[in-house]
T-cell receptor, first 113, second 114 residues
Framework: AQSVTQPDIHITVSEGASLELRCNYS??????LFWYVQSPGQGLQLLLK??????LVQGIKGFEAEFKRSQSSFNLRKPSVHWSDAAEYFC???????????FGTGTSLTVIP | DGGITQSPKYLFRKEGQNVTLSCEQN?????MYWYRQDPGQGLRLIYY???????QKGDIAEGYSVSREKKESFPLTVTSAQKNPTAFYLC?????????????FGPGTRLLVL
């Protein structure tokens, strides 16, 4: 079965520090890759997505993600975290074979002053 | 403003009761989705609809039912057959059903069992 893994359940960073959230997927071909953010009690908002082409993707709010085929990863990064970035982050994968869409279990980000 | 609205924000269900969650979108999207979110788990697909009067079961459809009589509306009914309904329910829509399509989410409804 296809799967999406976010190995870090919870991450804490200081404001101004850099951030990297990990996402790994199991799928043979190149999937469609997404990162969403969810503020407490709210719906999800798309940060960025990758389908093909340049493996470094820029998103909203200063986020970027890099697709690494050899590692089956699509990690989310931000050079300098702001307090408002505290939220839950979900990686999602769409795969062609079964026309299915899968979400990871999420990483909760806490930002400390 | 275009977007997706869900109501109510909180919903309480008694034993043996059916409850209906509302989802409305004014984005003119063809495809709509219902997801269930539990703590520590990713989103799980309950039902989706690609077009009016058509809908398909997702991964966890048992105990739920939907209808799609209008393009902008996709209500979800949690029936008494759903034995563990306490969760956060998210409705989403996309222009079309497709893996490349960005899904836009509503603010969610939290369902609690009395």
């Amino acid at each position: 079965a296809q799967s999406v893994t976010q190995p870090d359940i919870h991450i804490t960073v200081s404001e101004g520090a850099s951030l990297e959230l990990r996402c790994n997927y199991s799928y043979g071909a190149t999937p469609y890759l997404f990162w969403y953010v969810q503020s407490p009690g709210q719906g999800l908002q798309l940060l960025l997505k990758y389908f093909s082409g340049d493996t470094l993707v820029q998103g909203i709010k200063g986020f970027e993600a890099e697709f690494k085929r050899s590692q089956s990863s699509f990690n989310l990064r931000k050079p300098s975290v702001h307090w408002s970035d505290a939220a839950e982050y979900f990686c999602a994968v769409g795969e062609n074979t079964g026309n299915q869409f899968y979400f990871g279990t999420g990483t909760s980000l806490t930002v400390i002053p | 403003d275009g977007g997706i609205t869900q109501s109510p924000k909180y919903l309480f269900r008694k034993e043996g009761q059916n409850v209906t969650l509302s989802c409305e979108q004014n984005l003119n999207h063809d495809a709509m989705y219902w997801y269930r979110q539990d703590p520590g788990q990713g989103l799980r697909l309950i039902y989706y609809s690609q077009i009016v009067n058509d809908f398909q079961k997702g991964d966890i459809a048992e105990g739920y039912s939907v209808s799609r009589e209008k393009k902008e509306s996709f209500p979800l009914t949690v029936t008494s057959a759903q034995k563990n309904p306490t969760a956060f329910y998210l409705c989403a829509s996309s222009s079309h059903r497709g893996l490349q399509e960005t899904q836009y989410f509503g603010p969610g409804t939290r369902l609690l069992v009395l």
